[in-house]
């Protein structure tokens, strides 16, 4: 039942755009808190993160989609499937677009990847029809003559009611973003309690906190056909938890690329991922990581319900 005497207002806001446009960046500033994998890659976020933030009267519950592009591959399909099924379930949706890899370049020559991605999903938006809010991401990395260059040619597809340029990694315009969205969600009761960041399965979210430091630590060396998954979760007596994990590579060798000689490189990312669930969860987090071959998880419609994927994509 609407709660209108109070004021309440709650909705659900999609988070979409091109790889690496930023918007688990953008969703953890949004939500003050860390609920999304962040990666300087590209396709790193692979199911759909809903990150909820307060804002006066307001609860917001963000969508972090996966990364919208040409997909190839099941993994991809079942990536770019949840991400269009994530705005199309939303009250409101954000395209954010990184403005420093769209803005003209004289050394730059025919438009890049990210260009046609961005093309594609102005497609998909003009399919689907209704307005959404345009964010300009990275303006710290672009001139502020090309930067409302692209305002007016993006404002010129009649896309959208709102453009907004932002930073999400400086919190730059952030703020005037949240106070927006927040007036626009719908009155209502709020979905969740006041101190919930997320709404994730605390083992997924685990699972995506080590896959996040395998993509740091790996840089080029390794290909993204790698998945982590939470396989135990104990509660201890003294408060902390064991959380033993597996991490799932293609072939013998790329096991040996993570975990490095002696064991050093696994041991690393393992102290890394830890510090994070400690903060976290607030309380001491005994971490165990293994690392297995399974040259086919990449067509296991198990790993792909682990991950919140639909594998017939």
């Not at 400086?170 to 973003?177: E, F, I, Q």
């Amino acid at each position: 039942m609407v709660d209108e005497a109070k004021g309440l207002r709650c909705g659900f806001v999609a988070l979409i755009g091109a790889p690496n446009a930023g918007k688990s960046t953008l969703l953890n500033a949004l939500v003050r808190s860390k609920v999304s994998i962040v990666s300087p890659k590209v396709q790193t976020t692979r199911a759909r993160v809903l990150g909820i933030g307060i804002h006066g009267d307001s609860q917001v519950v963000y969508i972090d989609t996966p990364g919208i592009f040409a997909p190839k591959r099941r993994l991809e399909r079942a990536m770019v499937r949840a991400a269009w099924a994530g705005a199309s379930d939303a009250d409101l949706r954000v395209l954010l677009i990184d403005a420093a890899r769209v803005a003209p370049r004289k050394d730059r020559g025919k438009d890049g990847r990210e260009d046609e991605d961005v093309a594609r999903i102005l497609e998909g938006l003009r399919e689907a029809g209704g307005k959404a809010i345009l964010a300009l991401n990275k303006i710290d990395r672009i001139k502020p003559q090309a930067l409302l260059a692209l305002a007016e040619r993006y404002g010129a597809t009649g896309l959208f009611d709102e453009i907004f340029m932002i930073s999400a990694l400086t919190g730059d315009g952030v703020a005037d973003l949240r106070d927006h969205l927040a007036a626009q969600v719908p009155a209502g009761p709020w979905h969740y309690p006041e101190d919930q960041v997320a709404d994730m399965p605390m083992r997924l979210l685990a699972s995506e906190i080590t896959r996040e430091k395998l993509f740091l630590q790996l840089h080029e060396e390794l290909p993204y056909a790698l998945t982590v998954e939470t396989e135990d979760w104990q509660e201890r007596k003294d408060g902390s938890a064991r959380i033993a994990q597996v991490i799932y590579v293609r072939r013998e060798n790329q096991k040996a690329i993570v975990l490095g000689r002696g064991g050093a490189r696994i041991k690393e990312i393992g102290a890394a991922a830890r510090k994070d669930l400690e903060t976290m969860l607030d309380r001491r987090i005994h971490l165990f990581l293994f690392v297995k071959v399974r040259e086919n998880w990449v067509d296991d419609p198990a790993r792909y319900r682990e991950m919140g994927l639909d594998f017939e994509s």
